[in-house]
Structures are given as C-alpha cells and as structure tokens.
C-alpha cells in the first residue's frame, strides 16, 4: 500500500494570506503602541478584579438594566417598597427601622459602583495621557499640510490666469449669446401664443372648427412643452380649454343646423349633397373631439323630416281637390279619408317617390360621413406603420457611442455647450413655425440663421390626403386620437343609420296606411285597385331595398297583413258566388258562350290568364252546345263555366300578388272541395230536389254531373303545375292539396257511374225476376230492358264520350247478365238445345241486337254465353 506523500509548503503559499492581514496588523501595531500590554501578569491585579466582580453581583440586577427609570412605577415599587414607609398602627418604630436600613443598603450598593468606576479609570490613565500628547502632534500635522494647501491654491491661481481664464471667458460670451437667441425667440413665441384667441376667433367666424380646433391643439402644447412657467400666461391654457368646450358646443349645433337645412330643403332640388366641404370640416371636427353622438342628431333630424314629408303632401293633394269641403272637416287626417281610391293612390305614389328621393340623400350624406371616418382610419393604420419604424430606426441610434462630457463651473459641460449652440436656433425656430398664427408674416433673420415661419397653425402636422364620393380632397391630421374599434364602430353606425332612414320611411308609410284603413277602406278594394296597390307597395319596397342594401320588413308586413284580409275577402265573395250558383243549378246541359270557349282556348296555350273583351266580336259568334277541351267535347252546366273563370281569377291574383301564392293554394283547395262536396249533396244525395225544386235526378243529371266533374280534373294538373312554379321548393309540399282533391273528384265521377249502374240493376231485377220463358219471341220483358237501355243511351250520348259510354255499358250488361242467369237457374233452365233454350237464344239475340245497333256500341262483346251454367 503506498503512502501520499505531503505537499512541499513554501513562503509563497501563504503570499495571499499575508496580503489579506497585513491592513489589519497595520492597525493593530498601531493600537499596540498606543495601549502597550504588561508583559506580567499581576496577580494582586487579578484578584482585585475578582473582588470587584464580587462586589457588583451584591447589586441587584434591576440596576443594571439598560431602562433602568424610577418613574417606571413597577421599577420604582422594586426599589422603595411601599411597606417601609406604611407607619399606621402600633408598628411605627419598626417600620422605622426597615427605612433606615433600607437606606443604608442603597448607600452600600452606591459606594460599591464607585470605587469600581475609579478602578476603571485607573486602569486607564495611560491612554488618556497619551491621547492629550496625540492632540499636539495632529495639530503641528494639520498646520503643515494647511500651509502645503496655500502654496498648490497659488500656484493652481497663476496657472488658471495664465492658461485657462481667456478660453472660459469665450465658453462663458458663447453661452451668453445662445442664451440671448433663446430668449429672443422665446418672446418670438410668446407674441404668436399671444394672438392665439383674436385669430381662433376670425377662424370660427368663418365656421374653420377645425382649424381653431389644431390652433388650440397646438397653443396648448407649446403651453405645456416649451412656455411652461410663463406668469403671463398662467390662465391662457384654462381659456383655451373654455374655448375649446365652447367650439364642441358651436360644432353640435352647427351639425345639427346643417342636418335640417339638408333633409328640408324642397325635394326638387337635383343637388344629391349640400355643402359638401362644410359638411367634412363639421365630421372632422366632431371626430376630432369625440363626438361620436352626432349620428344622433342626424336621426331625429330623419325622423321629423319624414313625418314633414307626409303630412305636406296630404296638404297638397287636399288643396287640389275642389270638391272636398275643408272648412267642415277640420283634421288632416280626416281631409285624408275623405279621397276616393285613385286620389288616395296618387297621394301614396306621391309620398313614396319623395321617400326615395330623401333616402337618396340621406345615403349620400352619410356616404360623404362614412369616407371621412375610413379615412382617419387609414391614417391611424399609417401612423402605427410610421411610429414602428421609428422605434426601429431610434434603437440602431441608440447603439453608437455617445462622446464624453467634461465637467466645467456653473454646472455646464463642453460637449453641451457646444451641441446648443449648434442646434438650439433651428428647434427654437421650429418650434416657432409649428406655433405661428395664421396671419403672421414671415420671421425676420439675425446673426443665428432661421427658416421662415409657415402661416398655417397645422402646417406641421403629418396629413394624409384622400377624396369624398363627390371629389372633396380630404386631409387628416395625425393628432386624430380615435381608436380604431371607434372608427369602425363609427363606420357601421353609418350603414345602420342608412337602414334606420329606410326603417322610418317604411314605418310612416306603414302609419299612413293604417290611418287610411280605418274605416275599412282597403278592405273594400276590389281586385284590380288592390293589385295596383299591392304592385306599387313592392316596388317602393325594393326601390328602397337597392338604396339601402337592406329589406325593410314593417311595410312588408303591412302588405302582408292586408293581402291575408283580400284573400279572405277575395275567397268569402267567391266561395258565396259558387254557393248561390249551385243553389240554383237545375244541371241541364247549357250553352256555352264564345268567351268562355275563348278562355278555355287561352289555357290550351299553356297560359293561364283572364283573356281581354273584344268589342264586338263576341256579339256576332253564337254559343256552343258543348266547351271544347283540347278536342275534347265537354257538356256542362253553367255553374262549371263560371267555376272555371273564377279559378282562372285565384290564378291570376297569384301571378299579381305573389306573396300570396300559399293562401291562394289553401283558399282555392277549399273551393274546389266545397264544390266536390257540395254537388255531390245536390245530385247523388238528391238535394236539388229540395233546393231547386226538380221531381228527380235523372241519368242525364247524373252524367252531366259527372262530365263537368272531369272537367275540373283535366285542368288540375294544369293549376298545379301553375302554383308549383310560384312556390318555393320548401312550399312544395303544399301541393299535395291537389292530389287529395284529385283523388275525391275521381272518386266521385266512380259513384256516379256506379249510380247509374245502380239505377239499371235496380230495373233488370224488377223486369227478369218477372220474367217466363214462353212464347212470343222476343218476350215482352226483353222488348222493356231494350226500350230502358235505349232511353239511357239517348240519355247520355250527348254528354259521355264514346268510350265512358262503351264501359258504361259494359258494367250494365255484366248486372243484366248476372240477373238473367239467376232467373234461368231459378227456372230450370239449361242450355240443353230444347224449346226453353231455343225461346231463351231468340230474347238474348234480340237484346244484344237492340243493343249493338246503339250509336257506338256496335263493336261491344256482350259475350252473352256467360248465362248459362256451367255443366259439371
């Protein structure tokens, strides 16, 4: 195992060490001599100090304290305890006694600390000497280095007079002169801030708030920047501020005189912006000042202006009509109801062209407001941009090395010194020109070169320049202090204003409306006033909806409102219309005249619309006996062809007023149910037999009900196909009115026709269940089935196409074949060949004869083999 060795210890080693103490032995010598230990230690010394230790413990501790006071009362009850001075009672001596005892400890106590503080001393008397004999020698010391002071003082005297006095004496004129320049041009400024209210005056008199308001902008900057302190003008800044509130106010108003003068003024005038200029000098200074709350102003000002423009036109229109008696009916609103319906129609047409002519200039108006307020947005956005660069630019300057100041009397430095003299005419002259008056002249020059003042009070100000919608140059000065969030809250404000004018105009017309329809006028509209109505009501509506961007819905409703009324009404007079038709329908076939065949002729051209009267023509074209359908013979009643014209008018309301296309579908749905439903009562349930007054329905009244049945479906799809169209595709679903309606008047032409074979079974089963199989031939009941079907034929010939009549008959010879077959099975009789089957071969060949002789049934298979049984 191998030992370390120890490291070599030189007197290098301990070279730090030394240099760390040698301060402090310094010090430490230097205490030494003065207070030399004794190289013996005195053992009589050592146990005196012992002894005096001794002595002090008999002191209480409380004496000792560091707060030792005897007006502490608890420190002072420590000491002198109460109970020795307590002399009531037979215990008078003894207390005494304790007293002076007491007294005599406190005096023991007392000699104790003194004779320790003169041991004290003792020990200490050689450094008292000592320090008396010190005192001596700093004296002699300070004497020398006083009289070393006074010889440097004059030499460092010759060298300042010698070397130095002529240089600091240029230093001091240098300073003097740039002084005197300072003042100069202080007074310079001071004369300019001076004429700051006469020239703020000049300016509002000419309504220039927003050059009065930069003047003040800038009288007050100079006052806090660079005339600070000035007595003289110690009150000019107060004023100013006074001034300032006082233009706000002048600016209001001002706003608000212009808005009046601009929305009032007669509505002829092609002139779209009045006082353009005026009006971009008014926003800038609002904005300039924050006072947002002018688009305000300009509302109420469209709202009373709206209402002018309604009730002046109700007065024109008054004063034209002679007929009115305006003296007896006193309110204007009454003059108003007294107009019949194309005057009153004019004066709406009146009133919603100058509407359209006030929102006009309304929107140019705040187009004018809003260009402005983009524009001191861009100026913010641009002054961000410039302010970012400059910080950028400012910290590479930051980077150099500044030069090194050198400390002269008075508190100066050379390098100062130097820089003002260089460069405190051109700020002082700077600042001159930003704070010139308008009308000042140019200044003059001196011994420090000046630039000339401007004369514009806002000329330095960094302007961004751009243009309103009517070629107004607008400039925007940097000191806009409008946060963006403002601006373009601002900005909004201006199109909803634009929204809100819109709003007002619709909501007068809205009023007006209602004041006109209070005595039920609009109600009592027929189709055609309502229609011309209704069409100039939406074109206002989007008239105002392309000027303002945005659809107004109070008129709108209003509109709506009024066209549910005219549906109810326009459906109520129809639906009692076809009511009182059907009442009074005897359903014979009628004639149908030229117009109607017209119209019908209208709808085979895929257009649905009420044909134009032609004079004259119709009167020499004869009725029809039958409505031709698209080569279709229809027989019908004379409540169809009427039924027909009043579809014809629900479809053309739509076509007018589309916005009442789905309550057209649901009222016309109703009509035409109620006349499904209510033929169906007069004819198959035989209540024209009450109504009207026939003896009986008849197959012909049957057929011809059925006729016109089917001719109400075969323009269905075509009314359908014409709602579809004006629907929306969410309103689709509406149409499956149509199809129901479909399906009942089919189902009502299929009872009919099972009515009618109803009605010859009814007969086969009274006829063949009388019926013998003898001689003659062709028995009698056959000779009566065939004179029944020919008079059904005869009957519905005119009236069913050929191939309803073929099938007709079809489903009455199946009846008739099923009663001639119970017959012969109830009779016994086969198909055997034998008489009964020959009389019974002969009956049938004369039916079916009789039968294929009918017009249109000649080709019909009556396949007669089918009464007889099937042998097994």
């Not at 212009?258 to 779209?272: A, G, K, V």
Request: hydrophobic content about 40%.
């Amino acid at each position: 195992m191998c030992v370390p060795r120890n490291p070599q210890i030189s007197k290098e080693h301990f070279t730090v060490y030394q240099q760390e103490i040698s301060q402090r032995e310094k010090i430490h010598e230097r205490c030494k001599n003065i207070c030399p230990p004794k190289d013996t230690f005195d053992r009589t010394l050592l146990h005196t100090h012992d002894k005096s230790r001794t002595d002090l413990e008999q002191v209480p501790k409380i004496f000792m304290k560091p707060d030792f006071a005897l007006d502490d009362s608890l420190t002072f009850n420590s000491v002198l305890p109460w109970s020795h001075f307590n002399t009531a009672g037979g215990k008078g001596n003894r207390d005494a006694a304790s007293s002076k005892l007491l007294q005599e400890k406190l005096s023991h106590y007392l000699d104790i600390v003194e004779v320790n503080i003169a041991h004290q001393i003792s020990l200490r008397s050689e450094a008292f000497f000592h320090a008396m004999t010190s005192q001596h020698e700093l004296q002699d010391y300070l004497k020398k280095t006083s009289q070393a002071v006074k010889m440097l003082r004059d030499k460092i005297a010759q060298i300042d007079k010698v070397m130095c006095e002529g240089s600091l004496h240029i230093l001091r004129l240098a300073l003097t002169r740039n002084n005197c320049v300072k003042v100069y041009n202080k007074l310079k400024l001071m004369a300019t801030v001076h004429q700051t209210q006469p020239t703020v005056q000049v300016l509002l008199s000419t309504s220039e708030f927003v050059g009065a308001l930069d003047l003040i902008a800038t009288t007050q900057e100079v006052l806090q920047q660079e005339l600070q302190g000035i007595h003289s003008f110690r009150h000019l800044g107060s004023q100013l501020c006074e001034l300032e509130k006082l233009i706000d106010k002048m600016m209001v108003a001002e706003f608000s005189t212009y808005s009046h003068s601009d929305l009032n003024r007669p509505l002829e005038d092609d002139c779209q912006i009045l006082e353009e200029e005026r009006l971009v000098s008014l926003v800038f200074g609002l904005l300039k000042q924050r006072k947002l709350n002018f688009l305000e102003v300009y509302s109420e000002e469209m709202i009373i202006t709206a209402k002018n423009i309604i009730k002046q036109c109700v007065i024109n229109k008054v004063s034209q009509i002679e007929e009115l008696d305006t003296d007896a009916v006193m309110k204007l609103a009454d003059q108003m109801r007294m107009l019949n319906f194309p005057q009153w129609f004019d004066l709406l047409k009146d009133i919603f062209s100058k509407f359209i002519v006030f929102l006009q200039r309304v929107k140019a108006t705040l187009n004018v407001i809003h260009s402005v307020v983009l524009s001191v947005l861009d100026k913010n956005q641009r002054t961000r941009e410039l302010e970012i660069s400059q910080q950028k630019n400012a910290a590479k300057d930051n980077s150099l090395d500044t030069e090194v100041a050198y400390l002269i009397h008075e508190g100066m430095f050379i390098s100062d010194a130097f820089s003002e003299s260089e460069l405190t005419p051109i700020a002082v002259d700077t600042a001159s020109q930003r704070n010139a008056s308008p009308n000042s002249e140019p200044c003059s020059s001196d011994s420090v070169s000046e630039p000339e003042c401007t004369t514009d009070s806002s000329s330095s100000k960094e302007q961004i320049s751009s243009s309103t919608p009517g070629g107004v140059d607008i400039m925007v000065n940097e000191d806009m202090k409008l946060t963006d969030l403002e601006l373009g809250k601002l900005a909004n404000n201006t199109q909803e204003l634009l929204c809100s004018a819109s709003d007002i105009c619709h909501d007068r017309a809205v009023k007006f409306l209602t004041s006109r329809a209070k005595d039920g006028f609009l109600e009592k509209l027929n189709s055609t006033e309502f229609i011309t109505l209704s069409r100039l009501m939406e074109t206002f509506i989007l008239d105002t909806e392309q000027i303002c961007g945005r659809k107004s819905m109070s008129l709108l409703g209003a509109l709506q409102s009024q066209a549910s009324k005219f549906v109810n009404r326009f459906h109520e007079e129809r639906k009692t219309k076809l009511s009182l038709l059907l009442d009074n329908e005897r359903w014979k076939q009628a004639d149908v005249p030229a117009e109607f065949q017209d119209l019908v002729d209208s709808l085979s051209d895929g257009k649905i619309a009420l044909p134009e009267k032609k004079a004259g023509a119709t009167e020499e074209r004869k009725p029809a006996e039958v409505l031709i359908v698209e080569g279709q013979q229809f027989a019908v009643v004379g409540t169809v062809l009427l039924l027909i014209r009043i579809i014809l008018e629900y479809c053309q309301c739509v076509d007018n007023i589309p916005s009442v296309t789905t309550d057209m579908l649901t009222r016309l749905s109703d009509l035409l149910k109620y006349f499904n439903s209510r033929s169906c009562q007069l004819v198959l349930g035989a209540g024209a037999l009450q109504v009207v007054g026939l003896k009986t329905i008849t197959t012909k009244n049957l057929a011809l009900s059925s006729r016109c049945l089917q001719l109400i479906v075969h323009y269905i799809p075509v009314i359908r196909a014409h709602f579809e169209a004006r629907l929306q595709p969410k309103q689709y679903s509406m149409l499956r009115h149509f199809d129901h309606i479909t399906k009942d008047y089919h189902d009502h032409i299929a009872e009919i026709s099972a009515k009618l074979v109803a009605i010859m079974d009814n007969l086969f089963d009274k006829l063949l269940s009388k019926y013998e199989v003898k001689a003659p031939v062709p028995s009698a009941c056959f000779r009566n089935i065939c004179k029944q079907m020919a008079k059904m034929h005869e009957a519905i010939i005119d009236l069913l196409p050929e191939e309803q009549i073929q099938m007709l008959f079809l489903r009455i010879n199946a009846s008739y074949k099923l009663h001639l077959k119970k017959q012969l099975s109830h009779l016994n009789v086969i198909n055997d060949g034998g008489p009964q089957n020959g009389l019974v071969t002969a009956d049938v060949a004369f039916y079916t004869g009789n039968i294929q002789a009918l017009k249109g049934l000649k080709d019909l298979d009556l396949n007669m083999a089918e009464i007889w049984e099937q042998k097994r």
